[in-house]
């Protein structure tokens, strides 16, 4: 399958083990084949991996891009046992990471883990407060 | 005395804890008021969520069962194996023996020694198998390993005849009378020694992809189990000051720290 990829002056892209940094125009181009690839706007590294959502991710990240799961039990596991005991209701979207990981599609995994960071936001909104509580969050449509 | 140097996971863990120290401060606060926020999951939902959580924790318990038989199915072939490269030694040696004499009736012996040791190997062959599959047998077994529920993902373990005929080892000729008897049987052992190693490095990558997603499994059906009990009495409102403080333990823990050492060695070092 053929990924198509355009990127702005100066952006980067991971693929395969090699990064891509585009020049001083506009790029497109195709990808064909089976290398992990990233764009920039999804690369977490160990200094913006600042939240226990975001180290889920960046460990998911490096099976992805190592195509190698054996981290799981050194990083990962680990990382997810303590993010269900401090949030337990994070676990219908765990199991969905989880699941997708063991099918062996890591870059689903990866948008899965994104939805467990915008989760892990909203729920560290609703305990730092301020008024974004009661506006446009989702989880407050059920209020009075 | 010398200065302590800090590595650079080091001092970026320093510094978000910097960060999520203030944030955490926040939070004290807001708990401390006792204002709280509508959960969005209420307990009847989250009781049938966890319901249906842990079921599949079971599914999946079946799955590591069926990893389990193919792991041991493939270090039983393993084995099989191992003891077959032995035998082709074992023939090789006698070969060898028998072109140092040119007595007709040593080399008869030496032969029959051959012929033995290749009812040894057939018997070996058709003896490595584990719940009746057999990888390694004259017309093997192919092995299919599920790894999830669906059965949308799965490895097929392809078995390669390793009896006599499979690694074609022909039975000793004119009672290697004439040398070039002999030398035909020392390059069908070649060609067989190459063929067994070759099997054995397949069998192992295999293995190692199984032993990988049984682990994972395995850990799955952890975070299913211990997650799901949780899930019923989930406070939200907690949970978000419960990360923060995870957010706190984590950034000098040893799980993050060699998360960030294994990244720098990957290509996101690049990144800096």
């Given at each position: 399958m053929t990924l198509k990829v355009e990127l702005k002056p100066g952006e980067r892209i991971i693929v395969g083990t090699a990064l891509i940094r585009n020049g001083e125009s506009r790029t497109r181009f195709h990808i064909e084949g089976e290398a992990p690839i990233l764009r920039e706007k999804d690369i977490l590294t160990p200094a913006t991996a600042d939240s226990p959502g975001k180290k889920i991710y960046l460990a998911v990240q490096l099976m992805y891009l190592t195509?190698?799961?054996?981290?799981h039990n050194e990083f990962y596991f680990p990382l997810v046992q303590d993010f269900l005991k401090a949030a337990p209701s994070a676990l219908p979207l765990i199991a969905e990471i989880n699941s997708r990981i063991l099918a062996g599609d890591l870059y689903k995994a990866l948008k899965a883990v994104k939805q467990l960071i915008a989760y892990e936001q909203e729920l560290i909104a609703h305990a730092t407060g301020g008024e974004r509580v009661y506006q446009g969050s989702a989880s407050d449509t059920h209020a009075p | 005395m010398s200065d302590i140097t800090l590595s650079r996971g080091v001092r970026q863990n320093l510094l978000s804890l910097q960060k999520t120290a203030e944030q955490q401060s926040a939070t004290q606060m807001r708990l401390a008021t006792g204002r709280k926020v509508n959960s969005a999951l209420d307990n009847p939902t989250n009781f049938f969520v966890s319901e249906g959580l842990k079921s599949r924790a079971s599914d999946l318990s079946r799955l590591l069962d069926a990893m389990g038989l193919a792991v041991k199915t493939l270090e039983a072939a393993d084995t099989g194996i191992t003891g077959l490269k032995k035998l082709v030694e074992t023939a090789q040696a006698v070969a060898r023996q028998a072109k140092l004499t040119s007595d007709p009736t040593a080399r008869a012996a030496y032969a029959a020694q051959f012929d033995a040791l290749r009812t040894q190997i057939d018997d070996l062959a058709k003896d490595s198998g584990y719940n009746g599959v057999n990888?390694?047998?004259?017309?093997p077994n192919n092995l299919t390993v599920v790894f999830n529920e669906q059965s949308t993902t799965q490895l097929t373990v392809n078995g390669a005849a390793l009896d006599t005929a499979g690694l074609g080892i022909a039975a000793s000729a004119?009672?290697?009378?004439?040398d070039a008897d002999i030398d035909a049987a020392l390059t069908n052992l070649d060609a067989a020694t190459l063929k067994l190693r070759t099997q054995a490095s397949t069998f192992g990558a295999n293995l190692t992809v199984i032993k990988n997603r049984q682990e994972f499994t395995n850990g799955m059906i952890l975070s299913l189990t211990t997650g799901a009990d949780g899930l019923v009495l989930a406070d939200q409102n907690e949970e978000g000051a419960n990360l923060l403080a995870l957010n706190t333990r984590q950034q000098l823990s040893q799980t993050a720290l060699s998360l960030a050492a294994q990244a720098d060695q990957a290509v996101l070092r690049l990144f800096g």
């Open positions: 195509g190698d799961l054996s981290g | 990888l390694i047998k004259g017309s004119n009672n290697w009378a004439a």
